[in-house]
C-alpha cells in the first residue's frame, strides 16, 4: 500500500555534498515515522537518519552536523542532505516508513508491533578521498 522511489545517488568526492530524495506514495497517514538507512555490501542496515509525523529527528552519531533529513508533506518526499561527506559514507541510502511507527535514538525509525514496514530500493552514493 507504500510505495518508496529513492533518487539523488551518485559519486562525489570527500568533502562534497548530495542531496537524496523518497518519494513516497500511498497511505501514510496518522502517526507514522520515515527514515534513512544504508549498507554497504552488507546484510544488516544501519539507521542514519529519521523524521516522525509530528517534525521530531533522530540522526546517527556519525552524520550528526553533517546530514539534515527533512521532508516536503505537500510534494510527499522525504530528503537526507549531506555535506562534507566522507568515503566512510559509501553505502547504498534505502528509504523506509513505518505506518504507525516511532523513532529511536542514533537514527532509527521502527515500525509499531501493530503497523507495516515499506522500503525503497535504494540508491547508490559513492564518496572517494
Known amino acids: 500500500q507504500v510505495e518508496l522511489v529513492e533518487s539523488g545517488g551518485g559519486s562525489v568526492q570527500a568533502g562534497g555534498s548530495l542531496r537524496l530524495s523518497c518519494a513516497a506514495s500511498g497511505d501514510i497517514d496518522g502517526s507514522y515515522c520515515m527514515g534513512w538507512f544504508r549498507h554497504d555490501g552488507e546484510t544488516t542496515r544501519v539507521g542514519v537518519a529519521a523524521i516522525d509525523s509530528d517534525g521530531g529527528t533522530t540522526y546517527a552519531d556519525s552524520v550528526k552536523g553533517r546530514f539534515i533529513i527533512s521532508k516536503d508533506d505537500t510534494e510527499n518526499i522525504l530528503y537526507l542532505t549531506m555535506n562534507m561527506l566522507k568515503p566512510e559514507d559509501t553505502a547504498t541510502y534505502s528509504c523506509?516508513?513505518?505506518?504507525?511507527?516511532?523513532?529511536?535514538?542514533?537514527?532509527?525509525?521502527?515500525?509499531?508491533?501493530?503497523?507495516?514496514?515499506?522500503w525503497g530500493k535504494g540508491t547508490r552514493v559513492t564518496i572517494s578521498a
Open positions: 523506509f516508513t513505518g505506518v504507525p511507527g516511532v523513532l529511536q535514538s542514533g537514527g532509527y525509525c521502527h515500525a509499531r508491533k501493530s503497523g507495516m514496514e515499506y
